[in-house]
């Protein structure tokens, strides 16, 4: 678990990406499963906590600067504002990016309406957390 991680809503992208490093695929009986360490060891809310969790998806995905990458989809939860969420979450690196999580439009589709006009505002109560 990760709380007060910094986001980014972006309802010009399709999926929800997460910065994650040391991403490695791997066989857990019969079903596909990925392992992984959230964030940078520079980041201040790293742990070094090796994450393993079921492979929901492998797809391909465009991302900002219009190359295509194969990246592995998990499924794990949300929570905004103190309400919990389901969400589908590439993995991939986001170390050049200001945010290490990206809010996409297709968990934002009939759960928000994004107003453009305001900032911060998960922020400003500390109610961001990945489970």
């Known amino acids: 678990e990760i709380e ?23 066989k857990k009986g019969n079903e596909s ?12 809310l790293y742990n070094g906590r090796l994450f393993s969790l079921p492979i929901l998806d492998t797809r391909e995905v465009k991302s900002s600067n219009g190359q295509t990458e194969l990246r592995v989809f998990i499924k794990t939860k949300v929570s905004l504002f ?21 809010i996409g439009r297709k968990f934002l589709k009939n759960k928000f309406l994004v107003d453009v006009s305001k900032k911060n505002l998960s922020n400003k109560k500390k109610n961001m957390r990945i489970m």
């Open 33 to 44: 499963w990925v392992r992984f360490n959230l964030l940078d060891p520079e980041h201040p």
């Open 82 to 102: 103190g309400v919990e969420h389901d969400i589908e979450l590439s993995l991939t690196n986001r170390s050049e990016m200001k945010y290490p999580l990206l």
């Open 4 to 26: 007060d991680i910094d986001a980014k809503i972006d309802s010009g992208a399709y999926s929800s990406s997460l910065h994650c490093h040391n991403i490695e695929e791997f």
